[in-house]
């Protein structure tokens, strides 16, 4: 399978990440030795089920390196725009391409065991979207004090993972994309997402007596879309940096896998 790293994430001024970026791309944040995305690049190396490598956002003239056929493509100025001229650039190197894996530069605890497991996992069936979620247990077990944000949903509470599979009709389809835009650009907000599915997900969520499967049909039905959850028993492809803590903790767990 063909994958898209997404790297166009630049702190601004006022985000949290700003101090330490200084206006360089997020993934180029060092962490234990290497850039941040060099961690995720040899994850894919690793992967047996990964046939080539996207790298969406970073100038090709760059320090690092990836064992997979590598190929670029500018920033887009917005992630939507990012993941669909990743997807239309793996679609030019391999027309045959069905589905596409979607990686998150800023998880750089994932291992290329965990990769093929996902891919192995979702090709088991054939769904639009596959999309990984890891329950507060493992996340909070894992990575004391990450504190990432939580849906509470009636059978379990759970944190989406930053590595997802989707077919290639997911952009190719000009139906789904101002929807995607919408649910994208509330993607840290799971009230504001189920909001958009619609109100009355939006009070049974709050109610807490939303389950996972309920969510699943109601999203489905009302993207007209079918779709997957995937339940990781990993807490890795859901830890990524998007706070200073949350740099420190992965700094210093990767520093001491290193040490090790």
């Not at 995720?40 to 100038?59: F, H, M």
């Not at 690092?64 to 590598?70: F, L, N, Q």
């Not at 028993?233 to 740099?247: G, I, S």
Request: hydrophobic share 45%.
């Amino acid at each position: 399978m063909d994958a898209i790293l997404m790297a166009g994430g630049i702190p601004k001024p006022d985000q949290p990440l700003y101090e330490y970026t200084q206006g360089i791309s997020k993934a180029m944040l060092e962490i234990a030795g290497k850039p941040m995305i060099q961690w995720v690049l040899d994850a894919l190396s690793e992967a047996e089920q990964v046939d080539s490598v996207t790298i969406i956002g970073l100038p090709e003239d760059n320090t690092i390196t990836c064992e997979k056929p590598v190929y670029y493509v500018p920033n887009q100025g917005g992630m939507l725009a990012n993941i669909v001229a990743g997807i239309y650039k793996v679609l030019e190197i391999n027309p045959q391409a069905e589905y596409v894996l979607s990686v998150s530069s800023d998880i750089p605890g994932i291992n290329g065991e965990m990769v093929d497991w996902l891919i192995e996992m979702a090709m088991e069936t054939q769904h639009d979207i596959y999309y990984g979620i890891v329950k507060r247990d493992v996340m909070e077990t894992r990575y004391p004090g990450s504190n990432r944000t939580f849906t509470k949903l009636a059978d379990m509470h759970v944190c989406g993972a930053d590595i997802h599979i989707a077919h290639k009709s997911m952009v190719t389809d000009p139906e789904h994309l101002a929807m995607w835009e919408e649910l994208i650009g509330k993607r840290k907000s799971p009230l504001k997402q189920a909001a958009s599915i619609g109100i009355l997900s939006l009070l049974l969520l709050l109610m807490g007596r939303l389950s996972l499967e309920g969510a699943v049909e109601r999203v489905t039905k009302r993207l007209k879309i079918t779709g997957r959850p995937i339940i990781w028993a990993y807490a890795e492809p859901a830890m990524d940096v998007d706070k200073p803590h949350q740099l420190e903790i992965l700094r210093a767990d990767l520093e001491a896998q290193v040490a090790a």
